[in-house]
C-alpha cells in the first residue's frame, strides 16, 4: 500500500502509466525463466525507458523507433525459435508486443488493447507451470490489471488507486461465482488442459535411454514424480520399487527398450501370458506429476490395468511395463493394485517354453574384455549355475572396496571394465550396467530395469511422496525354475540406499542451510506442509478431469452422464445467470439516485404545466421558469422553497442542516402542482 500511496502523489498521467508498467513487470517476472534473454533485457529496457518518460513528460518515440524495435523483435524471435509460430515462439512474439505497445501508449483505445494483451499475457505463463506460486502470483497480476482497468474508466480528477483497486477487488469477487461455474462445468477435453514439458531432460528421473558412463556428475532434481496413497497399511520402504522403463539392448554405452523406442507407438507382444500372483494385493492410488513420457508407475507387479479417466487407455508390454497410449501432458491419477509375490517369464508370447534369450544374452563384441573374463572365472569357481553367479557377483560387490557416488567421472570405451576394475565407483545406473553386463558374458539372461525406488511419507496428508531423485536402476535375472528375478546391485554396495532408503542429497541452499542450522527439523515440516498443500491443489484443482466432472453430474441425478447433459446444465445456468443479472440491473435502477428521480419528477410537473424546464435543468434553472410564469404568488413561493431546499439538500457546504430527502419527497407529494395544460 505503500507504493500506492507514492504513486498517487504523481501527476495523474505519470502516475497511471508507472503503475500499469508496474503490473505489467509482475505479469512478465515469471516467464523470464523460459523467455530467450535478449527478450528479458528488451523487455526490462523497453520498460524502463518508458517510465522514464512517464516521469519526465517527455514525448513518446517516434513510429520510425517503433518500426526498428519490432523488426528488430521478430528477427530476435526467428533466430532464438527459428519459427514465429508455436509456443514458444508466439509467448515471445506476445511478451514483446505488449511491452512494444506501451511506446504509444496515447489514447483510451491503446490502453484498452494494452489490458488485454495484458491479459493474455498472464494467462501464457500457464503454458509452462500451473503451480500454486504461479496461480497465487497471477491472481495477483489479475487484481493489478483491473485496477487500471477500473482507473482507466475515472477519467475525471484524480481518483485514488486504493480505490480503484478496492472496486477490482469487488469486481473479482462478483464474477468469481462465473468463474467456479466454468471451471467446474466447461468441458475439459484433453490435451486443453494439459501441460507440454521437457523437465526431466539432463537431469535425474526416468528416461527411454540410459547411457552409461558420460556422465561425470549426477544433478539430483527434488523435483515431485508422483504421490502415491496406500489402502491400508504401506508395504516397507525396501518394497517399493515402481516399475519404469525395461532396457534389453545394449550397443556397449547405451540401453534402450525393447525395439528402440519409448514403446507407446510400438506395436510389440502383449503381455506375458504365464503371469502368476499369489497373496493378497496392495491396493493404491498414484497422482503422477506430468512427464511428458508414457509410462505408468505401478508397483512390482500389476497384473491388471490401473483404472485409468475415460479418455486414456494403457497396456502391458511383454516386459510387464504398463505403457499410455499418448505421452502424459497432464496430473493424472490412477487407481492400481500390485502383488508384491508373482512369478512370469517362464514360457514364450505363444505359451510355450521360452528357449530364445538371444535378446537378454545379447553384448556388443570388443567391448569390456575384463569383464568378460571375470565372467568366465566366475563361472569356473562356482559353476554354471545362474543363482551361484549372481551370487558370487553380489559378494564382490559388497566386499571388493566398491562405493556409490553421485561422482563417478566419465567413463571410456569399456563401461563395466571400468567399474568392476578401476574406478569402483558409480550410482545405480553404472553397478546396474555392469553387473548385467557381468551376467550376460557369464551365460545367464539379464536386463535393466528402471523406475523408482522408495519414497517418504508426508506427515500432514499421508501422501507417500517419490522424487525424480529417488529414480533407480536395478537388474532383473531368469531362472529356469523362477523365471524373471529382480536383483538389486546397489544393495550390495551401499545396503541403506535400498533398506533404509538413505539418499545422497544434493547440497542444500544458502536458505535451507541456514534454516537447517536454527532448526533441524524446521525446514522439513516446512517442506511437508508446502507439499501438503500443494497436494490439495493437484488433487482439487489441477486433477479436476473429464471423469471427476461426469462423476459430478452423477452425484446431481445424471444416471448416465454426457456431453449433452454437460451441455444441459451450462445453458441451464447460464438461463438463471442471466435471469439473475436481469433483476439486479431492475433492482440497480430502483436504487439510482433517489435525489434525481425526485427533481426529474419535479421537472416534468413543470414542463407539463408549461413552465420552461428543460432537460439536465438544476433546481436553480427550474426555479427561474417558476418566477417567470403566472402561478399565483403564493404557489411560486412554495414551489421556490422546495426548489431551493432540493438544491442545498445536494450541494450545500455542509449538508445534513436542512429537510431531508425523506422530508423532500412527502413535501412533493404535499405541494399543490400547476395542473397540466391540454394540447389543443
Not at 312 to 336: G, H, N, S
Not at 338 to 346: D, I, K, N, V
Not at 515 to 533: D, F, N
Request: hydrophobic share 45%.
Amino acid at each position: 500500500m505503500k507504493l500506492l500511496d507514492r504513486l498517487n502523489h504523481l501527476p495523474r498521467d505519470a502516475r497511471d502509466t508507472l503503475f500499469l508498467l508496474i503490473v505489467i513487470g509482475w505479469v512478465i517476472l515469471p516467464q523470464v525463466a523460459h523467455l530467450p534473454i535478449w527478450t528479458s533485457a528488451l523487455a526490462a529496457g523497453v520498460l524502463l525507458w518508458r517510465g522514464r518518460l512517464a516521469v519526465t513528460a517527455r514525448p513518446l518515440p517516434s513510429r520510425w523507433w517503433l518500426i526498428a524495435l519490432l523488426v528488430a523483435t521478430l528477427a530476435g524471435t526467428w533466430a532464438s525459435h527459428r519459427t514465429l509460430l508455436g509456443r514458444d515462439a508466439g509467448v515471445t512474439l506476445v511478451v514483446m508486443l505488449l511491452t512494444l505497445k506501451t511506446l504509444e501508449l496515447r489514447a483510451r483505445r491503446d490502453a484498452l488493447v494494452v489490458f488485454f494483451l495484458g491479459f493474455f499475457t498472464m494467462l501464457t505463463n500457464f503454458f509452462y507451470s500451473q503451480s500454486l506460486p504461479v496461480a497465487a502470483a497471477m491472481l495477483v497480476g489479475l487484481l493489478g490489471l483491473l485496477t487500471a482497468l477500473v482507473n482507466a474508466h475515472r477519467p475525471v480528477g484524480q481518483p485514488s488507486l486504493r480505490e480503484s483497486a478496492r472496486m477490482a477487488g469487488w469486481m473479482a469477487l462478483a464474477g468469481a461465482p462465473v468463474m467456479i461455474a466454468l471451471f467446474v462445468l466447461f468441458p475439459r477435453f484433453s490435451p486443453l488442459w494439459g501441460i507440454p514439458s521437457d523437465a526431466l531432460t539432463g537431469r535425474s528421473g526416468l528416461s527411454s535411454s540410459m547411457e552409461v558412463g558420460n556422465v561425470a556428475k549426477l544433478a539430483l532434481d527434488d523435483g515431485i514424480a508422483m504421490r502415491v496413497k496406500f489402502e491400508g497399511a504401506p508395504p516397507p520402504q525396501r518394497a517399493l520399487y515402481f516399475r519404469g522403463p525395461v532396457l534389453t539392448s545394449f550397443d556397449g554405452r547405451h540401453w534402450t527398450a525393447r525395439g528402440g523406442s519409448d514403446g507407446f507407438e510400438a506395436s510389440g507382444p502383449p503381455g506375458p501370458a504365464d503371469l502368476q500372483v499369489t497373496g493378497e494385493p496392495i491396493r493404491y492410488e498414484v497422482t503422477l506429476e506430468p512427464s511428458n513420457r508414457p509410462w505408468l508407475l505401478t508397483l512390482d507387479v500389476a497384473g491388471t490395468p490401473p483404472e485409468l479417466p475415460a479418455n486414456l487407455r494403457a497396456r502391458m508390454t511383454a516386459d510387464m511395463q504398463w505403457l499410455a497410449y499418448r505421452p502424459i501432458t497432464e496430473l493424472l491419477r490412477y487407481r492400481a493394485q500390485s502383488h508384491p509375490a508373482f512369478r512370469y517369464g517362464l514360457t514364450g508370447w505363444n505359451g510355450r517354453p521360452r528357449r530364445d534369450f538371444w535378446p537378454d544374452l545379447q553384448l556388443p563384441p570388443g567391448f569390456n574384455p575384463r569383464t568378460v573374463a571375470l565372467a568366465e572365472q566366475l563361472k569356473q569357481s562356482v559353476g554354471d549355475d545362474p543363482q551361484a553367479l549372481v551370487r558370487a557377483a553380489l559378494e564382490r560387490l559388497r566386499t571388493g572396496g566398491y562405493t556409490y557416488t553421485l561422482e563417478p567421472g566419465v567413463n571410456g570405451q569399456h563401461t563395466a571394465d571400468e567399474f568392476w576394475f578401476d574406478t569402483k565407483a558409480g550410482f545405480c545406473e553404472h553397478i546396474s550396467s555392469a553387473f548385467v553386463v557381468l551376467m550376460r558374458a557369464a551365460g545367464v539372461p539379464a536386463r535393466i530395469v528402471t523406475g523408482f525406488q522408495g519414497g517418504e511419507l508426508n506427515g500432514v496428508d499421508n501422501f507417500w511422496v517419490v522424487r525424480n531423485a529417488d529414480a533407480h536402476a536395478w537388474a532383473e535375472v531368469w531362472y529356469a525354475a523362477q523365471g524373471w528375478v529382480r536383483i538389486d546391485p546397489t544393495g550390495a554396495v551401499m545396503p541403506g540406499r535400498v533398506g533404509q532408503f538413505q539418499r545422497l542429497r544434493a547440497p542444500e541452499g544458502f536458505v535451507a542451510g541456514a534454516i537447517g542450522t536454527l532448526s533441524p527439523t524446521m525446514l522439513a515440516q516446512l517442506r511437508a506442509t508446502w507439499e501438503a498443500v500443494n497436494n490439495s491443489w493437484n488433487q482439487w484443482v489441477l486433477n479436476y478431469t473429464q471423469s471427476r466432472q461426469f462423476d459430478l453430474l452423477k452425484t446431481l441425478g445424471f444416471e448416465s452422464p454426457s456431453w449433452q447433459d454437460l451441455g444441459k446444465l451450462i445453458a441451464g445456468l447460464l438461463t438463471v445467470a442471466a435471469l439473475a443479472g436481469i433483476a439486479w440491473a431492475r433492482w440497480e435502477r430502483s436504487q439510482h439516485d433517489p435525489w434525481l428521480r425526485l427533481l426529474t419528477r419535479a421537472r416534468l410537473r413543470l414542463a407539463q404545466a408549461g413552465i420552461d424546464a428543460p432537460p439536465q435543468a438544476p433546481p436553480r434553472a427550474l426555479l427561474q421558469g417558476v418566477n417567470a410564469s403566472h402561478l399565483p404568488p403564493e404557489l411560486r413561493q412554495q414551489l421556490a422553497d422546495w426548489l431551493l431546499a432540493l438544491e442545498r439538500l445536494r450541494y450545500a457546504a455542509a449538508p445534513g442542516a436542512g429537510p431531508s430527502l425523506a422530508a423532500l419527497q412527502r413535501d412533493f407529494q404535499r405541494l399543490a402542482w400547476p395542473r397540466p395544460q391540454h394540447r389543443i
